[in-house]
Structure formats: structure tokens, C-alpha cells
């Protein structure tokens, strides 16, 4: 509604993970490039953790679609929320691999290395990635996923194993301590800091077209305080101050502006 008063080509603030919009603040650049390592050297398994909204979805997906884009068959699972068999299913079809009827594991598991084998054929290493990992409520799912670690082929893991999720991830995965083990890279993100909430909004609205200021610093300031730094919360206030600018007919986002949409959000 508010591009075209803007001179937006499109929207900055929207909650979805888009590569484009990834903001290499230093420690989502160093989160990045610890998963990259891992996936490169073959460590076997990863740990990406953060509290609700910091960005990690949005990280994997550049990791999969931009940074490593080609050179990896990906399986993400995004809805773990699944019983052992449930999960190993999921991620053959991830793969392409699809299983007609219903399988037992021990077949699934048959079909799993012969597709992690063909895809070490083919010249391209498997990743398998595991998006809010912190809902598998159950023991033997997170046992099934250990079990993954096991696919071998000349000294060498046949798939890297990344698993993100809410900080909950951590104590589930201690219960489990030959998973726990076996993670070699581990990697927490947090809120932004103040100024780089400001670089963050800049960059969201350079990408989506803007050549200019479209927020005051004291609306900046503002709505660091009022969202904490949680990227998540920030693409609200400043969506929401985007659209009550638009409405009152001003030239940029002011002070009062963002606390206007701030309020909206917290009512």
C-alpha cells in the first residue's frame, strides 16, 4: 500500500527469510561463516541457537540459497514436530528421494545411504538441516537424528548435520550425550546493538529501493529500545511506522511516528 509513496520497489520489513535481505551484522557474519566451516570441512554436526526472531531461519536460508548455492543438496526440515520414522521420511523427500507406501526404517534407512552415496557420486556433499529443533519433544527422535552421524564412506561424514533452534535446543541435546558429543561447531545469536539496528534499517530499505533516510535517527533509537534488537520485532515497528507515515502524509518516519506504530504493536 505505502511502496509507491515511499518510492519503495519492495517491501523492506517483511517476516520471511529472504536471502536478500540477510544483514551481515558481525555476529551473523561470524554465525555464517561457522556453519559454512562445518559444511566444508565435514564436522559432522552444528548447533545454531537464539532466542524467538534473531534471525537464524533467515541465515540458514542464505547459507542454502546464496552462499553454498549449487554446490550441496540440501534437506531442510522446517516442522520436526515428527516421530522418528516421520523424520527420516521427511528428509528423503527433501532430498528428492521419494518413498512410495510405508516403509519401516530399516528400509528408510537403506534408501538414506544409498541417496547420501549417489549424491557423493555426483560430486555434491549432503546437508541436513533441521529448522526449530527445540519442539521435538521426544527422546528417540533425537536418537534417530544422532543416528544420521553414522553414515560413513572413507573416513569421511557422508552428511553435515545442522540442527537451530530456540536456547531450550541445548539442554534437550544434553540429554542425549553421544549427540552432544558429536556437534564440533556451535554458534548462539542475540539481539542487535544500537547502531547496528540503525545499519540494519538502512540496509532493508537500500534493498528494497530506497535512496534516502527514511527513518530519523530518534525513530531509530526508539525502536531499538521498544523491540530490544530482535530483528523479528524491529521489521514490525518499522513496517507498522512505514504505513502510519504514509497515513498522516509525512516526508520521513519520525520519533512520534515510530511510537505511534510502536504502541499499535504492543496493544
Not at 526472531?53 to 541465515?59: A, I
Not at 547420501?116 to 519442539?135: K, P, S
Not at 546493538?193 to 526508539?222: C, M, N, Q, W
Request: proline share 5%; hydrophobic share 40%.
Amino acid at each position: 500500500m505505502y511502496l509507491d509513496y515511499w518510492k519503495l520497489k519492495i517491501k523492506p520489513f517483511e517476516n520471511l527469510p529472504d536471502p536478500r535481505f540477510f544483514f551481515a551484522s558481525p555476529q551473523h557474519d561470524e554465525g555464517l561463516m561457522r556453519l559454512v566451516y562445518s559444511i566444508e570441512e565435514k564436522k559432522g554436526a552444528s548447533l545454531l541457537t537464539g532466542g524467538f526472531g534473531c534471525g537464524k531461519t533467515l541465515l540458514i536460508h542464505t547459507l542454502m540459497n546464496k552462499v553454498l548455492q549449487g554446490r550441496y543438496k540440501f534437506a531442510l526440515v522446517s516442522n520436526p514436530l515428527l516421530s522418528p520414522r516421520e523424520i527420516l521420511a521427511e528428509i528423503l523427500r527433501k532430498l528428492g528421494c521419494h518413498a512410495p507406501g510405508t516403509p519401516d526404517k530399516v528400509e528408510l534407512h537403506m534408501r538414506l545411504e544409498e541417496a547420501l552415496l549417489n549424491n557423493m557420486r555426483n560430486g555434491q556433499n549432503t546437508v541436513v538441516m533441521i529448522d526449530e529443533a527445540h519442539v521435538i519433544n521426544n527422546e528417540e527422535s533425537f536418537e534417530e537424528i544422532r543416528m544420521l552421524l553414522n553414515y560413513h564412506n572413507e573416513g569421511q561424514f557422508l552428511l553435515t548435520l545442522l540442527l537451530v533452534g530456540q536456547p531450550e535446543l541445548v539442554e534437550k541435546i544434553k540429554r542425549n550425550p553421544a549427540l552432544s558429543q558429536r556437534i564440533a561447531v556451535r554458534y548462539v545469536l542475540g539481539p542487535l546493538s544500537k547502531p547496528e539496528v540503525f545499519e540494519y534499517i538502512k540496509h532493508r530499505l537500500a534493498v528494497s529501493g530506497s535512496d534516502g533516510a527514511l527513518f530519523t535517527p530518534e525513530a531509530v533509537s526508539l525502536i531499538h529500545k521498544v523491540t530490544g534488537g530482535i530483528p523479528r520485532k524491529i521489521n514490525h515497528a518499522c513496517d507498522m511506522s512505514l504505513f502510519v507515515g504514509y497515513t498522516r502524509g509525512a516526508k520521513s518516519v519520525t520519533e512520534d511516528i515510530a511510537a505511534e506504530a510502536s504502541r499499535e504493536l504492543s496493544d
